[in-house]
């Protein structure tokens, strides 16, 4: 069973004296092994902990309190143990003992250390690339990466957990309201001492209803229809005729639930009649529960939960049509969502046609998330909901009623007596109220701009394979979506592992394989995953009306020279915008050409470094492509980066002025050479501009310039070299400053001084 204990074990209340010792060690470990199977975890800890205290060297006995602590989901104390068993046995004994290391740091919300370890569990189960470990290990390198980048995000609604009187010390999961009744099943003791020790002869899960009335709960009753001596209960769901509920019984068989849907003919707010589902839903010796009854393109329908055979691996989701509220067809695997591990509670939003449900495989910030899968013709890939409906903890049974959704998670804040994450509680979700109306006699407030769910996105890298788009190019523009030269790029993974490793050990060249494609995975999937989430932000916001400028740096490795490689960065940020243009049928086009009818604008501050910031120790050899194209050295320098945005004011320089270009690229020059570049500016509005005063750092160059800018006026502003130019590459910044204006408009100065 998955929570808590069943009955009191006496064997606690032993005297432990020295007469005990290595004699009491045997029976301690029996004991608690009988308590890990029977689901009793919190006594099976209890003993283990009493083992230890006896025999603290035994790897194994440290691997079984581990297994007791994830079971017990104390994710912090099982965390610390798994780390124990590794670092004695590297994996030889207890090869799952670094996943499961991981993955509580996961749960315990430290994506960053739990990226590391999958990194390792990875490289180490590389022979095996289709065992599970392997690609669990994968899986969860993605999922961390992910919630890295998304656990900022929070739906605007108000979140609150339920009140005590549905939330026990114990597990409660909730599952639907009906005729104005929470329906909910808990895992709740008659008495509870503040030690955990039950006293109920009977602890089983039962089935709650609760009356709601503006907001507030009654006392739950237990569904004594729905009470079995030798049975647990739960998973409730009604027909839309309320003719028919539908709900699991479970055996007590511990740790492991053998549950079956059952149906009771309910009438006039009676039950009567209660019956097996036959073969047909409930396949022999396996386990089928969550039932979800309702209507799919027409036809009444029954989702559920089983790992019966035909499935993708453990606990799949399945839906079967339903012909005359008792005939049912064979049942049919959900394939597109589900995945080797296990995927539960399946809820069904008629409305918006969507299906809800707990996985803990696909992207998700810990154990179960809650993901959404819409259907039009067939259910489309699944997205998970986000915070806060989501946790690093278990969050499963979501479900709606009105305009509240409903979650249960044993995340930090629930009730409990000992480990702060044993237990489920139920949670509601609503939208945050809409503000007040403003009285027409009053000032309204300026709408307070921020950037802080775009900013929170940056940077946004994105990377590119050599040379690319356009290779042996010296044009500025591509015709390339980024989009589309990722994935060529993505395809090019093997030659990037078979390149790479040319030549080593075959341990070394695992490794640069492993490393090779970590890379991919960490940073070349992960800059996508990163545009596509600034990317709908982006577009909310200039939906709003907002005026935005973004600022995009170039790099590329240093193989190609320094002109051609700015050129190539060049292309590289004109492959983004093409992104942009092209992206749902154009939908940035106006605003990227300021047509918006509502004014909204996106431009692009560019800012082509070429490799003028390259990491020097990256090979330019032509000749050592192994280490110059296929590295992860280079790969890691042959990117873009979106790395700031700011809001054009209407007043802002940003809105009120045109450069011919954003960059004065000088190229390759000697040192003693007298350098001359002039860059246009021209003011787009309808004010009268006054140049203040232009700088560039150093001093390395003087800037002469007319001081005033008419509506519509071009000016030239005329660069001049002062003193001998650096040798080698280098980079400075030049600043134009305006009167009335606090920031400068900054123009980046990019050279190359030949001896």
């Known amino acids: 069973m998955s929570r808590l204990h069943l009955i009191l074990f006496l064997v606690l209340c032993w005297p432990l004296n020295k007469t005990f010792g290595q004699n009491n060690l045997g029976a301690y470990l029996k004991h608690a092994q009988e308590k890990f199977e029977s689901g009793d975890y919190f006594y099976a800890a209890e003993l283990y902990q009493k083992a230890m205290a006896i025999d603290s060297n035994s790897v194994a006995t440290l691997w079984n309190y581990a297994e007791t602590l994830r079971a017990y989901k104390d994710y912090r104390k099982a965390e610390y143990y798994y780390k124990k068993v590794y670092d004695r046995e590297a994996g030889g004994i207890y090869p799952y003992s670094l996943l499961y290391y991981g993955l509580m740091q996961k749960q315990n919300g430290n994506y960053d250390a739990a990226l590391e370890t999958f990194k390792k569990v990875k490289s180490k189960f590389s022979k095996d690339k289709k065992g599970y470990i392997y690609l669990k290990a994968k899986r969860e390198l993605e999922s961390c990466l992910w919630a890295r980048s998304a656990r900022s995000d929070s739906a605007k609604v108000v979140f609150e957990h339920l009140p005590e009187i549905i939330n026990s010390k114990d597990s409660e999961f909730g599952h639907a309201f009906a005729e104005g009744k929470l329906l909910f099943s808990s895992l709740r003791a008659d008495s509870v001492s503040s030690s955990e020790e039950v006293y109920a002869k009977s602890y089983k899960t039962r089935l709650y209803s609760s009356e709601q009335k503006d907001s507030t709960f009654s006392v739950p009753k237990v569904l004594k229809e729905f009470v079995f001596s030798e049975m647990n209960s739960g998973n409730g769901t009604f027909s839309r005729d309320r003719s028919r509920f539908y709900f699991s019984q479970c055996s007590d068989g511990g740790a492991s ?3 079956k849907i059952m149906v009771a003919t309910y009438a006039s707010g009676r039950i009567s009649r209660i019956d097996s589902l036959g073969t047909i839903i409930n396949a022999p010796g396996k386990n089928t529960t969550m039932p979800c009854l309702t209507y799919l393109n027409g036809d009444e329908v029954l989702f559920f939960a089983s790992d019966r055979e035909g499935g993708q691996g453990g606990m799949d989701l399945w839906y079967s049509i339903i012909r ?12 597109g969502l589900n995945s080797v591990d296990n995927e539960l509670s399946p809820w069904f939003d008629t409305l918006n046609q969507t299906l809800y449900f707990a ?13 959404a899968s819409t259907f039009k013709e067939q259910f489309a890939e699944p997205q998970n909901i986000g915070q806060p409906f989501n946790s690093p903890a278990n969050d499963l049974y979501y479900f709606k009623h009105a305009d509240t959704a409903y979650v249960s998670s044993n995340r930090i804040g629930v009730n409990y007596s000992k480990n702060p994450t044993c237990c489920s509680d139920i949670f509601s979700g609503y939208p945050v109220p809409p503000p007040p109306p403003i009285p027409v006699d009053s000032v309204p ?17 994105l990377y590119f394979h050599n040379d690319c788009p356009d290779p042996k190019s010296r044009d500025t523009l591509t015709h390339v979506n980024y989009i589309n030269g990722y994935n060529d790029y993505r395809a090019l993974l093997e030659k990037y592992q078979m390149e790479y490793s040319s030549g080593l050990d075959p341990v070394k060249a695992e490794e640069a394989k492993e490393d090779i494609e970590s890379f991919f995975i960490e940073y070349v999937d992960q800059g996508v995953k990163d545009l596509q989430l600034f990317r709908d932000l982006l577009l909310e916001e200039l939906h709003n009306g907002s005026r935005i400028n973004l600022t995009v740096k170039g790099f590329a490795s240093p193989l190609a020279k320094t002109d051609y490689n700015v050129n190539l960065t060049k292309r590289r940020i004109s492959s983004l915008v093409n992104y942009l243009r092209e992206y749902e049928n154009g939908v940035f086009v106006p605003y990227i050409d300021g047509t918006a009818k509502n004014g909204g604008m996106v431009q692009f501050t560019e800012v082509p470094f070429g490799e003028y910031t390259a990491n020097k120790l990256t090979s330019d050899n032509f000749h050592d492509q192994k280490n110059s194209v296929y590295s992860r050295a280079a790969a890691i320098e042959r990117k873009i980066e979106i790395q700031s945005v700011d809001f054009m004011k209407e007043d802002s320089l940003l809105s009120l002025i045109q450069l011919s270009q954003t960059t004065l690229d000088l190229k390759q020059l000697k040192p003693d050479s007298i350098v001359e570049q002039q860059l246009i500016l021209r003011n787009i509005s309808s004010r009268h501009l006054f140049l ?3 700088t560039c750092d ?10 005033t800018l008419q509506p519509g006026q071009e000016i030239v502003l005329t660069y001049k070299s002062t003193k001998p130019l650096p040798t080698g590459l280098f980079f400075v910044n030049s600043k134009i400053f305006f009167v009335g204006f606090k920031d400068p408009v900054v123009v980046p100065i990019l050279g190359e001084g030949k001896p």
Request: glycine share 6%; hydrophobic share 30%.
């Open 692 to 694: 203040r005063s232009a």
């Open 445 to 461: 407030t300026p709408k307070k701009e921020t950037l802080a769910e775009l900013s929170k996105r940056l940077p946004v890298t």
């Open 359 to 371: 996985s803990s495989w696909h992207n998700g910030f810990g154990g179960y998330d809650i993901f």
């Open 698 to 707: 150093d001093s390395l160059f003087s800037i002469s310039f007319p001081e």
């Open 257 to 259: 639930y053998k549950c």
């Open 324 to 335: 005359n509220g008792t005939q049912f067809m064979k049942p049919v695997n959900l394939k």
